[in-house]
């Protein structure tokens, strides 16, 4: 199974690499879309309305996970692109 199909901290850096790298190859657009597609589907699952991660909950170490998965999302909000992505 591709990376990007994965609902832990994997898909979350996946999609966080691939717009750092479309960044920095230039390609702004594609970088937004990569985003906007996390944004809009993946992320909406990864975190419950309580705040858990159940994804990450039920992993071996669930505290370093669910840090980890709060870095790629966070890092991926951070990129400034100058547009609304969700």
């Not at 990376?3 to 790298?21: E, I, R």
């Not at 594609?30 to 992320?43: I, P």
């Amino acid at each position: 199974m591709h990376c990007s199909f994965y609902f832990s901290n994997h898909g979350s850096f996946f999609y966080t690499q691939m717009a750092a790298l479309c960044m920095l190859s230039g390609n702004r657009a594609r970088a937004l879309d990569m985003l906007r597609h996390y944004f809009q589907n993946q992320f909406l699952d990864q975190i419950a309305a309580s705040g858990e991660q159940p994804f990450e909950a039920i992993r071996t170490r669930p505290i370093h996970y669910r840090a980890f998965n709060l870095e790629a999302m966070i890092v991926s909000n951070s990129f400034n692109l100058n547009e609304k992505i969700s």
